[in-house]
């Protein structure tokens, strides 16, 4: 093998040529002449000197140019060997599995062997016949396009080899933009060194996997899954030279485009490989007779190639890696199963909402967009982020930019201040109407239907989402205290500590709301999100990683009492829509409506998942003429987690913290459990303030105690005698 010191071309040799020409000029006129006087021949040699000066500058230039790949310096033997083509970079799930790539490169590749026979002599005999002849520069071919361009007076047939064609696409054109000769030049000056470091088939194999074929995609095996939805192994004769056809014009040459055209590409192909005698005339001619079958044109697999999530990742990592270039692997926190049911599920739900909000406005009405968020309370790592109803390429993400108003979703904030404050959740509130001054004005915040229990516990409150009861508490602990239970959790946007912040009158982001949560689901510790865990480069190198972040900021027992609270709201109140949906386990959360159903919302969480569900117009106004966060947004939840993660093992149940009194309560009103009460569940309460009150809730009629009043008396005396 030759070293590049040695590099010799005939290029080369015509550029020293026409300086050793010139040197021989400039020699010549240098000579005194002794019919011109001294000044006119000294003037003469000075002109030659600098002359001769600026032909030896330019010659030396060149040479530096040319030797130095254009003074950048040429790829060395090891890269060159190294070298791959780029797919775009990977997107990795938590778990090691592709959800797309980091730049839009439709690129798959494959080994040569992998490549049948018939479809690489469709490349050679369509666009170098001679490649295993030749150095990397064909001057037959050379020859021949300048006598053809010569005769038709233009540029009719170029003469790049395949090896020019490998230097061009991997490493010339992200240097020169057009064709001009430097670039030509350059294109022959790296294929020389491609030829003398790799075998012939290494080049080849580069070839089918860097050059491009149209419709986005690169190399013969993305090709064939585009044109022919198969693997490169599995094509027939004309279906390699129909790839084989393409590099001339990918656009032109397209069966999508024009398939008459595509099919005589196609015979020509079909016919240069039976002149160079790859196959018979005969199987040429069955070829040809063949009718063109292309795939339907695919669908961009959004739940794989593109998402709001992928979206988020690549501007992550675009500003934490800006400066790097080449291949990257990033790992993500993102769970590809609940990435794909997350996205499933809002499209469905959102899908639906729309057709309710067109029967009942009478006409067409805005695209409904729907968010979701889920993350790990432990960790703050998102599983799934979903940022719109459909996905647009760049569009706006409304999980992590939408600022919307959660409504009663924000009233667990309201009673986490009231926790620490020294409520229970057995203390009693007022569930009556209330008007409070605001701004000047009396404001007198209704429950949902008018509906009003009287004096109720916290727990029943907050499971039957009492507006009114909620003002009452938020009042009693103070707006500002409220507003430090949110900001502890980590709400971050502004707050004003006015009286209808306990019904949510503010505007938070669903990652946001979501993340707030998690506190109540692991026991008190604020988390910060993550979305990436680490970018490396190609060859493991790593470049970024991110930190999980945890503090405490609430008391356990009062995370663990507003959880057992929460999952009242689930099992008995606002959000039991998610048990006839088939969600079971241990779940809590909270729904959410706005003033007039312009926003609905459902954040729920188990141990091990916190995830939230918004759904409404960009321009806000109302969706529907009932619509309410357990009707329409739970179920969008209820469909993601069955879908994409509930059955990733049975959940573990929350833990009561040590030191707790167990007590047997209501469910449903959160008083103790008394002989009428349908069902009854244990609660832990701080000694001394567990309730003391039996449930009166569920205390029979004056005609329930007629109707059974021998069967009572019986049991009665069946208890005390023991017969």
Known sequence: MTDDTDFEWSWHHRLRGVAARRLAILRERMRPDPGDPPRVWARRRWKSLAALALVVIAVATADVWLASCGFEGCPTSAELRAFRPAEGGRILDRNGRLLGRLRAVRRINVELDRVPMHVRQAFLATEDRRFYDHDGLDWRGFARAVVRNLGAFGVREGFSTITMQVARNAFVDGRFRNRSLPKKLMEMRLARLLERTLSKDQILELYLNVIYLGNGSYGVQAASRDLFAKDVERLTVDEGAMLAALPKGPSAYTPRRDRNRAMRRR?????????????????????????????????????????????????????????????????????????????????????????????????????????????????????????????????????????????????????????????????????EPVEVQQRGKIWTPANYGDEYEGSVTLRRALMRSSNAAAVRVSRAVGEANVIAAARRNGIESPLEAVPSIALGALEVTPLELVAAYAPFANGGDRVTPVLVRRIEAADGTLLWSSDVARARVMDPVDAYQLTAMLRGVVDHGTGRALRGWGVDGPVAGKTGTTNEGADVWFVGYTPTLVAGVWFGFDKPHQISGNASGGRLAAPAWAEFYTNGWRERGSERDWAPPAGLTEVEIDPETGE????????????????????????????????????????????????????
């Not at 809002?346 to 805005?366: K, M, V």
């Not at 069902?679 to 004056?702: K, N, V, W």
């Open 672 to 723: 103790l459990a008394g002989e009428w009460c349908p069902s009854s569940e244990l609660a832990y309460f701080r000694p001394g303030t567990e309730p003391t009150g039996y449930c009166r809730f569920h205390e029979p009629s004056e005609e329930h105690w007629a109707d059974g009043f021998g069967e009572r008396i019986e049991q009665m005396l069946k208890k005390v005698f023991r017969f």
């Open 267 to 431: 015979n020509l192909v079909l016919g240069l490989m039976a002149r160079e005698g790859y196959i018979t005339d005969a199987g040429a001619a069955a070829a040809v007779r063949r009718p063109l079958v292309i795939a339907d044109e695919p669908e961009r697999d959004v739940r794989v190639g593109d998402s709001f999530a992928l979206d988020a990742v690549r501007q992550l990592v675009d500003s934490a890696v800006s400066d790097r270039v080449g291949e990257l692997v990033v790992f993500t926190t993102l769970d590809a199963r609940a990435q794909s049911a997350a996205e499933r599920a809002i499209e469905r739900r959102a899908a639906a909402i729309q057709r309710e909000s067109n029967a009942w406005s009478g006409r067409r009405a805005d695209r409904v967009q729907g968010a979701l968020v889920a993350l790990d309370p432990a960790t703050g790592e998102i599983r799934a982020l979903v940022g719109g109803s459909r996905y647009e390429r760049a569009g706006f993400n409304r999980a992590l930019a939408a600022r919307r108003q959660p409504g009663s979703a924000f009233k667990p904030f309201v009673y986490a201040a009231a926790l620490r404050a020294g409520f229970t959740p057995a203390s009693m509130v007022d569930d």
